[in-house]
């Protein structure tokens, strides 16, 4: 007979801070294997504001072994064909489809993703909640963390400010709270190397008709230094993230009232304002950062709390769901016994090593392909592009070109303990 007794576990519990997509996906991963997880989040509800939907092939795993994959393409969709093309008469410059190279890669289907992030982070809430039992709690703003040998907590602020105040305790504390993480804070102060962009870019969801009227791709981005855009396809009907770069330094109000003009100036057919709709609208700046650590002690960083990149190509989301993989394995490995914290450590190092090495300079040079100054002579200076040209005429080369962006995981199950 089975022995009943369940094994001693080095640890009890897991805090997460913030019930964005990495924070969800990290609780998914945890829960699902067992390990309670404590979500604390500041905000009444998920956000609803248009922010990613694309996530890249380095991201589909994580999304297999939290159990999602398959419903995210049947609420959502795959991307097969992107491209990139010249202003103005928005001929087609270099591009791929994906479909059949990426479809089935040992058995995973690596094409790209897509589902509005609002709707993935419920998925996950569900699943979280639902069907593994995980806490979350709401308008719980966390505004201190404090550590010992022990465990680590969370200070927390109940229902706004000046709310009941009350303290979390866990083992570990996990910052998946954004840009503007209250745990990177705790740690760093304002400290957060790197810089933000001389730019602007306002996000919207839109319905036009690219597809159908226009002949254009999955995914587009339209070359330009000022009138530089991206038109991707979101939903299933029709709705497509268009994001476009703005003059900085202007208030909400003064974007909206240029946004007829710039769709009439920089989408094809010119079309006014009758002619598409607009379902929402987000100025946003981009930055290019990462915090001195992803570990102090019992606290973590991962995702956007621990490093940010602007978001064409879409590295940030993608990069951070792979840290929240990544940490998961460590945590898992920590649970069984197959690993000592000394695993974190390497967490943090491998995740800062591969944002300084393929996410901050990829993500950098695709802002630049998009904003080039000179978009008629881009295809003969662009590296990548003519790469894309070669793979057209061989499907070997393209699988092994658009299967790259992979080396931004990091298996941290090799350094588990060979005789655990």
């Not at 087609?92 to 289907?109: H, I, N, Q």
């Not at 979280?128 to 907590?153: H, S």
């Not at 730019?199 to 969801?205: L, M, P, S």
């Not at 790469?387 to 090799?414: A, H, I, N, S």
Request: a negative charge.
């Amino acid at each position: 007979m089975a022995d009943p007794t369940p094994p001693q576990r080095p640890f009890s519990k897991v805090i997460i801070v913030g019930a964005g997509p990495s924070g969800l996906l990290l609780a998914l991963l945890l829960s699902k294997h067992g390990i309670p997880v404590h979500i604390l989040e500041a905000a009444a509800g998920l956000d609803q504001q248009p922010r990613a939907a694309h996530y890249g092939a380095p991201a589909i795993p994580e999304f297999v072994r939290a159990g999602i994959a398959d419903k995210i393409r049947e609420r959502g969709m795959v991307l097969d064909t992107m491209c990139w093309r010249y202003p103005d008469t928005h001929e087609y410059m270099a591009g791929f489809d994906s479909g059949k190279v990426l479809r089935d890669v040992d058995g995973v289907d690596l094409r790209t993703h897509c589902l509005a992030l609002q709707d993935l982070d419920q998925l996950m809430l569900e699943e979280v909640t639902e069907k593994f039992g995980g806490v979350v709690e709401w308008e719980n703003k966390v505004v201190g963390v404090g550590q010992d040998g022990e465990g680590a907590w969370c200070e927390v602020e109940v229902g706004g400010e000046g709310g009941e105040r009350k303290v979390v305790r866990g083992d570990y504390v996990v910052g998946c709270d954004g840009a503007n993480s209250m745990v990177r804070k705790a740690l760093f102060g304002d400290e957060f190397p790197g810089f933000t962009w001389d730019a602007q870019i306002i996000a919207t969801n839109t319905y036009y008709d690219f597809k159908e009227k226009f002949g254009w791709e999955d995914a587009n981005f339209i070359v330009h230094p000022e009138h530089f855009f991206m038109a991707a396809r979101i939903t299933r009907d029709g709705l497509y993230r268009i994001t476009y770069g703005e003059t900085p330094g202007l208030s909400r109000e003064e974007y909206l009232e240029r946004q007829p003009w710039k769709f009439e100036t920089i989408l094809p057919g010119q079309p006014k304002p009758d002619e598409y709709k607009i379902v929402n609208f987000s100025p946003y700046k981009m930055h290019q950062r990462c915090a001195p650590k992803f570990r102090v002690g019992r606290v973590m960083l991962a995702a956007d709390a621990a490093h940010l990149c602007n978001p064409w190509g879409g590295l940030g989301i993608t990069g951070g769901f792979v840290d929240v993989g990544g940490l998961y394995d460590c945590l898992a490995g920590i649970w069984e016994g197959k690993a000592d914290e000394s695993i974190l450590d390497l967490y943090s190092e491998k995740r800062i090593e591969k944002w300084q090495t393929i996410i901050n300079p990829f993500s950098q040079e695709n802002f630049r392909r998009v904003s080039d100054k000179e978009p008629a002579t881009r295809l003969e200076r662009d590296e990548f592009m003519k790469m894309l040209q070669r793979g057209k005429e061989d499907e070997v080369y393209l699988k092994e070109l658009l299967v790259g962006p992979m080396e931004v995981r990091y298996d941290f199950t090799q350094h588990y303990k060979k005789d655990a």
